[in-house]
T-cell receptor, first 112, second 112 residues
Framework: ETGVTQTPRHLVMGMTNKKSLKCEQHLGHNAMYWYKQSAKKPLELMFVYSLEERVENNSVPSRFSPECPNSSHLFLHLHTLQPEDSALYLC???????????FGDGTRLSIL | QKEVEQNSGPLSVPEGAIASLNCTYS??????FFWYRQYSGKSPELIMS????GDKEDGRFTAQLNKASQYVSLLIRDSQPSDSATYLCAVKASGGSYIPTFGRGTSLIVHP
């Protein structure tokens, strides 16, 4: 149990569907992150929120839309995704800039 | 461009041996250094954090930091087959940034 919970664990969707990934952290951390990890590729930072304010948007296509309603919850809204978007999507949180990140178990996303 | 370099491996060591994983970074202003372990299909798990020059030991793991030479290493003593995983090095700069730079990871195989 890492203190960061992601749902769902697995998601299969068509290219025209709309779905959302959810992340909740129970650690009292101030920052939350979305990462994408494709097979055989390194972690790709997508979005960073610090105290509910987006501080990083790493040139992510607009078909990915993040939402951070409070410091404990983070969503990633998905619409009209492409097959190359199939990947493991990881949420993480950290307490302070010099502190490590704690990762959730991830959502394995498959686009048909 | 901040870079974190790791040899992708695989690094293969026999059970009981010492595994040595290395990481170099380009940003001299880096202040926080982390090692994560990631099993195939799973999320990264924090193993060690190190902030000052020298060695830091935790059980079978020792992190070594040399800021002058801009490298950080992870030693695993008495390696076990269960240590077989990809090890990710992450570096954070000073100045209040929440955003770490991850290396591509080194694959470690511990064979019986």
């Amino acid at each position: 149990e890492t203190g960061v919970t992601q749902t769902p664990r697995h998601l299969v969707m068509g290219m025209t569907n709309k779905k959302s990934l959810k992340c909740e952290q129970h650690l009292g951390h101030n920052a939350m992150y979305w990462y994408k990890q494709s097979a055989k590729k390194p972690l790709e930072l997508m979005f960073v929120y610090s105290l509910e304010e987006r501080v990083e948007n790493n040139s992510v296509p607009s078909r990915f839309s993040p939402e951070c309603p409070n410091s404990s919850h983070l969503f990633l809204h998905l619409h009209t995704l492409q097959p190359e978007d199939s990947a493991l999507y990881l949420c993480a949180s950290s307490q302070a800039p010099n502190q490590p990140q704690h990762f959730g178990d991830g959502t394995r996303l498959s686009i048909l | 461009q901040k870079e974190v370099e790791q040899n992708s491996g695989p690094l293969s060591v026999p059970e009981g041996a010492i595994a040595s994983l290395n990481c170099t970074y380009s940003d001299r202003g880096s202040q926080s250094f982390f090692w994560y372990r990631q099993y195939s299909g799973k999320s990264p798990e924090l193993i060690m954090s190190i902030y000052s020059n020298g060695d830091k030991e935790d059980g079978r793991f020792t992190a070594q930091l040399n800021k002058a030479s801009q490298y950080v290493s992870l030693l695993i003593r008495d390696s076990q087959p269960s240590d077989s995983a990809t090890y990710l090095c992450a570096v954070k700069a000073s100045g209040g940034s929440y955003i770490p730079t991850f290396g591509r990871g080194t694959s470690l195989i511990v064979h019986p």
